[in-house]
C-alpha cells in the first residue's frame, strides 16, 4: 500500500490522501478538498484516481468531490447515513464493509460518531495497520463536536474502538494541528516529557513532509487517551473543583473536550 499525504496549505490546515494499490496503480482519494493537488500527484506517479472517500460531511472534506468526479469518473463512498448531506455518493458504507483498492489494498470502514455522527475511519488491512482518521483522531488531540457531533459519542469511540487498536498503528489525520494540540497537552500535563520533547521536534514542521505518530505516541502525548493521568485530573480539578475524588474515564474525557473548545 502506497500513501500519499498532500498538504492543502488552507487556513484549515487540510490533509489530504491518496492510498493506492503499487501493483495495478488505482488509488482511493481520502477527502480531497484539493483536487487539484490530489489529480496532480496522482497524475506525476501514474496512478489513476478511481474512487473517493469522504469521512464525514463538512464542506472542508466535501468541496473538492464534484470536481474529482468530473475529472476522474471515481465513484463516492461515505457513510450510509450521510445521503442527505453528502450529494452523489455511490457507496453507503456501514462498520466493518471493505474498501478494495486494485489487487492488494483492503481498508476497513469504522463507525467513528463523535466529530459528526456520520463518520467513518478507514483502517488498512496490511502488516502494519494505518488508520485514516478525518476528524475523529488528531495528532495529540480529538475532533470537536460543535457542527452535528455529541461529545459522548466521541468518547465512546475513542474508548471502544481506537484504544483497541495495535500500538504500532500509523495514524493519519484530517489536519496537522500537532504544535497547538500538543501545548493543550502540556497545559493539562505539564510534566509530561515525551509531549514537551515532541512539541519541540515538530514546532515549525514543514507541513508537506509532516511527521506521522502512531497510536503508541498517541497514548503517551495525547490528553483525550491519558484519562487516569493524575496529572491531568489534578489540573482539571483546578477548572472544575466540583470534580469527584476519583473521577470515572468518560467524565474526564468530557471536561478536558470541554476546556479543549474554549482554549
Not at 488509488?27 to 489513476?48: F, I, M
Not at 495497520?129 to 465512546?156: M, S
Not at 497510536?215 to 489534578?234: G, M, S
Not at 473543583?241 to 470541554?258: C, G, I, M, S, Y
Amino acid at each position: 500500500m502506497i500513501v500519499e499525504q498532500i498538504w492543502t496549505a488552507n487556513d484549515f490546515r487540510n490533509f489530504n490522501y491518496l492510498i493506492v494499490c503499487p501493483e495495478t496503480g488505482e488509488a482511493l482519494a481520502v477527502d480531497p478538498l484539493d483536487h487539484r493537488k490530489c489529480l496532480a500527484a496522482a497524475g506525476d506517479n501514474g496512478w489513476e484516481i478511481v474512487q473517493i472517500l469522504n469521512t464525514h460531511e463538512h464542506h472542508d472534506h466535501i468541496g473538492g468531490n464534484r470536481a474529482m468526479m468530473d475529472a476522474t469518473d471515481a465513484r463516492l463512498l461515505a457513510h450510509r447515513n450521510a445521503k442527505d448531506r453528502i450529494p452523489d455518493i455511490d457507496v453507503g458504507l456501514a462498520a466493518g464493509d471493505v474498501v478494495k483498492v486494485g489487487k492488494t489494498v483492503e481498508l476497513e470502514s469504522l463507525d467513528t460518531p463523535g466529530h459528526t455522527m456520520s463518520h467513518v475511519c478507514l483502517l488498512s488491512h496490511t502488516e502494519r495497520p494505518a488508520l485514516f482518521c478525518g476528524d475523529t483522531l488528531f495528532n495529540a488531540g480529538a475532533g470537536n463536536c460543535h457542527n452535528g457531533g455529541h461529545p459522548e459519542e466521541l468518547y465512546d469511540t475513542f474508548v471502544r474502538q481506537l484504544a483497541a487498536l495495535p500500538d504500532d498503528t500509523l495514524i493519519y489525520p484530517g489536519h496537522d494541528y500537532i504544535a497547538n494540540n500538543l501545548r493543550f497537552t502540556l497545559d493539562r500535563e505539564p510534566d509530561n516529557p515525551r509531549a514537551s520533547g515532541l512539541l519541540g521536534d515538530v514546532e515549525g514542521q514543514d507541513p508537506d513532509d509532516a511527521f506521522v505518530s502512531t497510536l503508541a505516541l498517541e497514548r503517551e502525548v495525547n490528553t483525550f487517551f491519558r484519562l487516569r493521568n493524575p496529572t491531568v485530573i489534578a489540573r482539571l480539578r483546578e477548572a472544575f473543583p466540583d470534580l469527584p475524588e476519583e473521577p470515572d474515564a468518560k467524565t474526564v474525557f468530557l471536561k478536558l473536550r470541554e476546556l479543549r473548545n474554549a482554549w
